[in-house]
């Protein structure tokens, strides 16, 4: 009884200390990447219990950078980044790839945050880039997808709901272009991954297992949409 009540308390306590290593390493990664690209995109905020909009919460610069190094991008291609939040993946995206970014945010004290760090980051690097880089104080579903939008970022920013209206407007827009399109997400709810996955238009392409990932869901999946 005692040998197993010590392994138990044993093994809970390594599983405390992977815990642990693996967040400092993500904090300081996340201040250090912060104050490289002259801007401050960390905390939470939410929106309440009842919100269609899920909280503020930015992706890991630890899987950006696995999705950077992994993913193909070309130069034409033109991201939306939906739940921009304060801003961290529309930045780090046009910093190290040099793309075309819009960032989508509803909140408007985060969009003020966002506004302030595209801002920052644009009088450190603005004069070494020649691409977009704008973030966007709407709704996600009432935005208009241009012909030239193609990539499309999700980190579960709101209710299921609304990321169907979403991802049928963008689907009714390649269509309408006929062009291809393709549908990331980062760390994704189940009901996000089980719609697409019952949608026959949309085609599981690639999976990326990220760099400092701390639970096995912790991943990026993409999905095409071919017209």
Known sequence: MNLWFYIICSFILLLYIYFAYFMLIRIFTNKRYDEKLNINTRGIRSWGRNSLYHRTESTPYLALKSFAKEYRFNENDRLVDFGAGKGRVSIYIHNKLNLNVTGIELNNLTYKD???????????????????????????????????????????????????????????????NNKEVEIILYYPTKKYVNFLNTNNNFKLVKQIKTHGSIFPKEKISIYRFTP
Do not use: M, T
Not at 141 to 152: A, P
Not at 156 to 168: M, T
């Open 114 to 176: 966002a506004i302030k760090n595209v801002n920052n980051y644009l009088y450190k690097y603005g004069h070494c880039k020649n691409v977009n880089l704008s973030i966007q104080l709407e709704s996600a579903e009432n935005y208009k997808i241009k012909k030239d939008d193609n990539k499309f970022f999700f980190f579960n920013p709101f209710n299921v709901v609304i990321f169907e209206i979403v991802i049928d407007n963008i689907v009714e827009n390649a269509i309408k």
